[in-house]
């Protein structure tokens, strides 16, 4: 009696679950045959519509050709100028994915991170490009692989040997020359010696100093920011000072006045001697198609005497801002 | 009363001689090794001595502010457990630091053309904000100052400035969202005499304020009514004891980020050893922060060097355990 209860019991739960999986099947054969993608996204296709959420990527992606295949762009783009134009979907912490989706992307750039954006980029099968900053190095990888995702190989690697070989003409040009003790600065409270963030020993601006002929008295700390003080300036006397900020906020006044700050150190090497170089100048904190520029910069700035007979006309304006 | 007092003089004494004690090594010691030879030589011109810049332009500098900062935090502290009569208040109960903090973020995010400084101000200006709109809510229904309002409208501007804190991060840039972070766990490193010089005449007024406030403290304590009865002036006493230990919480948080642990551990452990009389309590409050901080800045920059730690994870590694002792062998 009892056993035929729960046989009756058990066969209405299977019923309604039957059915309800039925129902489910239903549902999702309609979902599946839903007439917006007729075929499957696929990984080889030769993506037009790019989303880049990096700015240093919308540099690469411009500088191998693929400008037109652009669609949107991160709110921290500035270069080139075809890309500011474009719509502005977020940036690292806030990308906006109901924009992102109605711009109808075929391929995203995001930061590695960006550990939501990816799982509902994944969710809607948009395809990705992961990218995170690392060495100098990876610039050029990064620029080859980029390329033979968006169907640029060729423009792509004739770009990154560019590049190499531009890092190349600059190593020899310093190589064997004594290297300057440098401080690489990218963050300080203005008017003042307080909040100092440095490049540590890791990371493309480390190595873009190392390169550039320098030697970084924060090379011990392996990473890729570090916030020093006036204490560990004056044990580490650099003998160059170099500040990079954005570009933009810092005119050529506010340069004048905020070199005068270093004044309160004055047994820094550096100040003794007055070499501090305070750079408004995108190229040096992107690690983009740009970086050459950058490297040369930095050497010209390093080594005056040994500065290369091209140097960048460009250069002449952080150097006027000298006292 | 005058028993009591007496015999907490040596208290006074031994921890005032501590405190200078400490500011005085502290700058000794660091992660780089320096001769005190050199730092105090004569031939040497100060201009290339790098011992005596170190010890005089990074360190001492860093020690002063500490203390400063240590002193009036731990004094605040004391006031305000008193005038709230509540053991678990603080110096940024009120929504001082919190506003400060919130003039502290605008400032970072929208002041890059400030003048040297700007930071400062700019977080004394929310300082003073959040204490008006405190004040202004405390006294509104009340003849005197209702100190329930004003705990309750303390709570709640911090939360609301903390709202505001996230809203300005969040339409901030990368770095300066960082520079804000940063900001928030507290650094000593002031370089330079600048901004200690600067809080100085706001401390030296919260200061005469606290020494005149011991007595009425002692009274306050009692209560509203009872001190009243003892003929104390309580809304005037209550409006110094607010207006003073705002003054010095702003002007600790402008020179060093609002340093948490301090305000509330201090106290409470004086009080353990001297007992409750306001007049012991205050000055060796004042001298135990002070040393307190100073020691934690020397580990904060000591103990990871080169790296530094942030000072208000290690006011809040020591505090945080400490403070749990002290309520379970309270209760």
Same mark, same amino acid.
């Given at each position: 009696?009892?056993?035929?209860?729960?046989?009756?019991?058990?066969?209405?739960? #299977?019923?309604?679950?039957?059915?309800?999986?039925?129902?489910?099947?239903?549902?999702?054969?309609?979902?599946?045959?839903?007439?917006? =993608?007729?075929?499957?996204?696929?990984?080889?296709?030769?993506?037009?519509?790019?989303?880049?959420?990096?700015?240093?990527?919308?540099?690469?992606?411009?500088?191998?050709?693929?400008?037109?295949?652009?669609?949107?762009?991160?709110?921290?783009?500035?270069?080139?100028?075809?890309?500011?134009?474009?719509?502005?979907?977020?940036?690292?912490?806030?990308?906006?994915?109901?924009?992102?989706?109605?711009?109808?992307? =075929?391929?995203?750039?995001?930061?590695?991170?960006?550990?939501?954006?990816?799982?509902?980029?994944?969710?809607?099968?948009?395809?990705?490009?992961?990218?995170?900053?690392?060495?100098? !190095?990876?610039?050029?990888?990064?620029?080859?692989?980029?390329? !033979?995702?968006? #169907?640029?190989?060729?423009?792509?690697?004739?770009?990154?040997?560019?590049?190499?070989?531009?890092?190349?003409?600059?190593?020899?040009?310093? !190589?064997?020359?004594?290297?300057?003790?440098?401080?690489?600065?990218?963050?300080?409270?203005?008017?003042?010696?307080?909040?100092?963030?440095?490049?540590? #020993?890791?990371?493309?601006?480390?190595?873009?100093?190392?390169?550039?002929?320098?030697?970084?008295?924060?090379?011990?700390?392996?990473?890729?920011?570090?916030q020093?003080?006036?204490?560990?300036?004056?044990?580490?006397?650099?003998?160059?000072?170099?500040?990079?900020?954005?570009?933009?906020?810092?005119?050529?006044?506010?340069?004048?006045?905020?070199?005068?700050?270093?004044?309160?150190?004055?047994?820094?090497?550096?100040?003794?001697?007055?070499?501090?170089?305070?750079?408004?100048?995108?190229?040096?904190?992107?690690? #983009?198609?740009?970086?050459? =520029?950058?490297?040369?910069?930095? !050497?010209?700035?390093?080594?005056?005497?040994?500065?290369?007979?091209?140097?960048?006309?460009?250069?002449?304006?952080?150097?006027?801002?000298?006292? | 009363?005058?028993?009591?007092?007496?015999? /907490?003089?040596?208290?006074?004494?031994?921890? *005032?001689?501590?405190?200078?004690?400490?500011?005085?090594?502290?700058?000794?010691?660091?992660?780089?090794?320096?001769?005190?030879?050199?730092?105090?030589?004569?031939?040497?011109?100060?201009?290339?001595?790098?011992?005596?810049?170190?010890? +005089?332009?990074?360190?001492?500098?860093?020690?002063?502010?500490?203390?400063? %900062?240590?002193?009036?935090?731990?004094?605040?502290?004391?006031?305000?457990?008193? @005038? @709230?009569?509540?053991?678990?208040?603080?110096?940024?109960?009120?929504?001082?630091?919190?506003?400060?903090? @919130?003039?502290?973020?605008?400032?970072?995010?929208? /002041?890059?053309?400030?003048?040297?400084?700007?930071?400062?101000?700019?977080?004394? %200006?929310?300082?003073?904000?959040?204490?008006?709109?405190?004040?202004?809510?405390?006294?509104?229904?009340?003849?005197?100052?209702?100190?329930?309002?004003?705990?309750?409208?303390?709570?709640? @501007?911090?939360?609301?400035?903390?709202?505001?804190?996230?809203?300005?991060?969040?339409?901030?840039? +990368?770095?300066?969202?960082?520079?804000?972070l940063r900001w928030l766990m507290g650094d000593?490193?002031?370089?330079?005499?600048?901004?200690?010089?600067?809080?100085?005449?706001?401390?030296?007024?919260?200061?005469?304020? +606290?020494?005149?406030?011991?007595?009425?403290?002692?009274?306050?304590?009692?209560?509203?009514?009872?001190?009243?009865?003892?003929?104390?002036?309580? %809304?005037?006493?209550?409006?110094?004891?607010?207006?003073?230990?705002?003054?010095?919480? /702003?002007?600790?948080?402008?020179? /060093?980020g609002p340093i948490g642990?301090?305000?509330?551990?201090?106290?409470?452990?004086?009080?353990?050893?001297?007992?409750?009389?306001?007049?012991?309590?205050?000055?060796?409050?004042?001298?135990?922060?002070?040393?307190?901080?100073?020691?934690?800045?020397?580990?904060a920059?000591?103990?990871?060097?080169?790296?530094?730690l942030p000072v208000g994870i290690v006011?809040a590694?020591? *505090?945080?355990?400490?403070?749990?002792?002290?309520?379970?062998?309270?209760?």
């Open positions: 009696m009892r056993a035929v209860a729960v046989r009756s019991w058990d066969w209405r739960l #299977g019923s309604w679950g039957l059915s309800c999986v039925l129902m489910l099947l239903f549902v999702l054969s309609f979902l599946q045959a839903s007439p917006q =993608d007729p075929s499957p996204k696929s990984q080889d296709r030769r993506p037009v519509r790019i989303i880049s959420l990096i700015p240093a990527v919308t540099e690469m992606l411009f500088a191998i050709g693929a400008g037109p295949q652009v669609v949107g762009v991160s709110s921290y783009d500035t270069y080139p100028p075809e890309a500011t134009t474009l719509p502005k979907v977020g940036a690292l912490v806030d990308p906006d994915f109901e924009r992102i989706l109605t711009l109808k992307p =075929d391929l995203v750039v995001v930061y590695g991170t960006q550990a939501d954006l990816i799982t509902r980029l994944g969710r809607v099968n948009i395809p990705m490009f992961k990218y995170q900053h690392a060495g100098l !190095a990876d610039i050029t990888t990064t620029i080859r692989t980029l390329g !033979a995702r968006v #169907g640029r190989t060729n423009d792509a690697s004739n770009l990154a040997a560019t590049i190499e070989r531009g890092l190349e003409a600059t190593r020899r040009r310093v !190589a064997g020359r004594p290297r300057p003790k440098t401080a690489l600065l990218f963050g300080r409270e203005p008017g003042s010696l307080r909040s100092l963030f440095a490049s540590g #020993g890791y990371g493309f601006m480390h190595d873009m100093l190392e390169t550039a002929g320098g030697a970084d008295i924060f090379a011990d700390m392996k990473k890729q920011s570090v020093t003080s006036a204490e560990m300036l004056l044990a580490r006397s650099p003998e160059v000072i170099i500040e990079v900020h954005p570009a933009g906020e810092w005119t050529p006044a506010r340069i004048a006045a905020e070199r005068k700050v270093w004044n309160g150190l004055p047994s820094l090497p550096a100040v003794k001697s007055d070499r501090i170089y305070i750079l408004a100048d995108d190229r040096l904190n992107t690690p #983009g198609p740009r970086v050459a =520029d950058a490297v040369r910069m930095l !050497a010209d700035i390093l080594h005056p005497i040994a500065r290369s007979p091209d140097a960048l006309p460009s250069l002449h304006r952080p150097i006027a801002h000298r006292r | 009363m005058t028993a009591t007092l007496r015999r /907490g003089l040596p208290a006074v004494a031994l921890t *005032g001689a501590a405190a200078v004690i400490v500011i005085l090594a502290a700058p000794f010691i660091g992660s780089t090794s320096i001769s005190l030879a050199r730092v105090f030589s004569t031939t040497l011109p100060f201009s290339d001595n790098v011992d005596a810049q170190i010890f +005089f332009l990074a360190r001492l500098p860093r020690a002063v502010a500490a203390a400063v %900062v240590g002193g009036a935090l731990a004094a605040a502290g004391v006031i305000l457990q008193g @005038l @709230l009569r509540n053991p678990l208040a603080t110096p940024y109960t009120l929504g001082v630091s919190t506003g400060a903090a @919130l003039g502290a973020m605008i400032a970072i995010t929208y /002041g890059a053309m400030l003048p040297a400084g700007g930071v400062a101000l700019a977080s004394l %200006v929310g300082a003073f904000v959040a204490v008006l709109v405190v004040y202004a809510l405390a006294s509104a229904r009340h003849r005197g100052l209702s100190t329930t309002v004003l705990l309750l409208a303390g709570v709640t @501007l911090n939360a609301f400035f903390s709202a505001l804190i996230l809203f300005v991060q969040y339409l901030s840039d +990368f770095a300066q969202t960082y520079r804000a000593l490193d002031v370089a330079g005499y600048g901004p200690i010089i600067w809080a100085l005449p706001f401390m030296g007024a919260a200061f005469l304020a +606290f020494a005149w406030l011991a007595r009425p403290m002692n009274l306050l304590s009692l209560g509203a009514e009872a001190a009243g009865t003892r003929g104390l002036d309580v %809304v005037r006493a209550q409006r110094v004891a607010f207006f003073s230990a705002s003054l010095a919480t /702003g002007a600790a948080v402008s020179i /060093g642990f301090v305000g509330i551990i201090i106290p409470h452990l004086v009080r353990l050893v001297v007992g409750a009389d306001h007049r012991l309590v205050l000055p060796v409050s004042t001298f135990v922060g002070a040393a307190f901080l100073v020691a934690c800045d020397v580990v920059r000591t103990v990871f060097a080169p790296m530094e006011t590694l020591i *505090g945080g355990p400490f403070f749990l002792w002290l309520l379970l062998r309270k209760t």
